[in-house]
T-cell receptor
Framework: GENVEQHPSTLSVQEGDSAVIKCTYS??????FPWYKQELGKRPQLIID?????GEKKDQRIAVTLNKTAKHFSLHITETQPEDSAVYFC?????????????FGKGTHLIIQP | DSGVTQTPKHLITATGQRVTLRCSPR?????VYWYQQSLDQGLQFLIQ???????AKGNILERFSAQQFPDLHSELNLSSLELGDSALYFC??????????????FGEGSWLTVV
């Protein structure tokens, strides 16, 4: 099955700086890569996603890049703000095979220092 | 609000007991997923149902079972509970599968504490 590795587990950046979270996946058949933000005790919320036919996608201060050859994808947050503090999860989903569930990374605790 | 409804929000029960968690997917969604989240294991995929049929199994224990009913709501049954089953259980739904290009939306979760 799919295996998703996520780094770093904790990331502390100064407010206004950029943050980058990286993930690698194992299954070359994976074709959907979402990122979820989870605040303490709350549900994961989709913030951005990318599919394998796209190399980069941007939404305001958030961007995701995908390198299918190397099997890794990254989340970039620019001009970080205090409300960006949360745990971020990357995930991957395989195409076909009957299994459509997401395999998640272990999460990155992003801390924005004022 | 994601549109996915889970009940109960909090549940405290004793070891050895059985509980049922309930989930109503977003209107129109046919796929329901169950995830377990604990501090040391992250978000673990348990099981997926699509239009009433089991579609995929993840790391679901034999003591756990689930089903999806004709009205598409789903229930996760946890039996012979152990202390280690204490976790936040999320239900999620999507129109179809993610391989079909569908986004998964999570409910608010059910906090289970086993004492």
């Amino acid at each position: 099955g799919e295996n998703v590795e996520q780094h770093p587990s904790t990331l502390s950046v100064q407010e206004g700086d950029s943050a980058v979270i990286k993930c690698t996946y194992s299954d070359s058949a994976s074709n959907y890569f979402p990122w979820y933000k989870q605040e303490l005790g709350k549900r994961p919320q989709l913030i951005i996603d990318i599919r394998s036919n796209v190399g980069e996608k941007k939404d305001q201060r958030i961007a995701v890049t995908l390198n299918k050859t190397a099997k890794h994808f990254s989340l970039h947050i620019t001009e970080t703000q205090p409300e960006d503090s949360a745990v971020y999860f990357c995930a991957a989903a395989r195409s076909g095979g009957g299994a459509d569930g997401l395999t998640f990374g272990k999460g990155t605790h992003l801390i924005i220092q004022p | 609000d994601s549109g996915v409804t889970q009940t109960p929000k909090h549940l405290i029960t004793a070891t050895g007991q059985r509980v049922t968690l309930r989930c109503s997917p977003r209107s129109g969604d046919l796929s329901v997923y169950w995830y377990q989240q604990s501090l040391d294991q992250g978000l673990q995929f348990l099981i997926q149902y699509y239009n009433g049929e089991e579609r995929a199994k993840g790391n679901i224990l034999e003591r756990f079972s689930a089903q999806q009913f004709p009205d598409l709501h789903s229930e996760l049954n946890l039996s012979s509970l152990e202390l280690g089953d204490s976790a936040l259980y999320f239900c999620a739904s999507s129109l179809g599968g993610t391989s079909s290009g569908n986004t998964i939306y999570f409910g608010e979760g059910s906090w289970l504490t086993v004492v």
